[in-house]
């Protein structure tokens, strides 16, 4: 059984910084990428980033590129979003996915979501 666990919300002022991490567990993840999304108050799910488990190939939203940065550890089958520059309108459920092959949509395996609040 697949599973993905996202940790490391928090609270933080605007123009700080948080690290996600999500680990996989349940199977072996070369061929899978994996993705973090978010959801605001209101507003549709929003795709914030991708990365390959065996190319490392990675997506980012506009939203967030050059002040987000997804990285992956093979070894502890963890992503890791590092998020600098925290704006408010960041302030979302953050959730981790996967799915097989590359692609920015149809994620089969979701975590449980995470909170991030940035403060103004």
């Known amino acids: 059984q697949v599973a993905v666990v996202e940790s490391g919300g928090g609270l933080v002022q605007a123009g700080g910084s948080l690290r996600l991490s999500c680990a996989a567990s349940g199977r072996t993840f070369s061929g899978y990428v994996m993705a973090w999304f978010r959801r605001a108050p209101g507003k549709e799910r929003e795709l914030v980033s991708v990365i390959s488990w065996s190319t490392g190939r990675i997506y980012y939203a506009d939203s967030v590129k050059g002040r987000f940065t997804i990285s992956r550890d093979n070894a502890k089958n963890t992503v890791y979003l590092e998020m600098n520059s925290l704006k408010p309108e960041d302030t979302a459920v953050y959730y981790c996915?996967?799915?097989w092959g590359w692609g920015i949509s149809d994620y089969k395996y979701w975590g449980q979501g995470t909170q991030v609040t940035v403060s103004s």
């Open positions: 996915a996967a799915r």
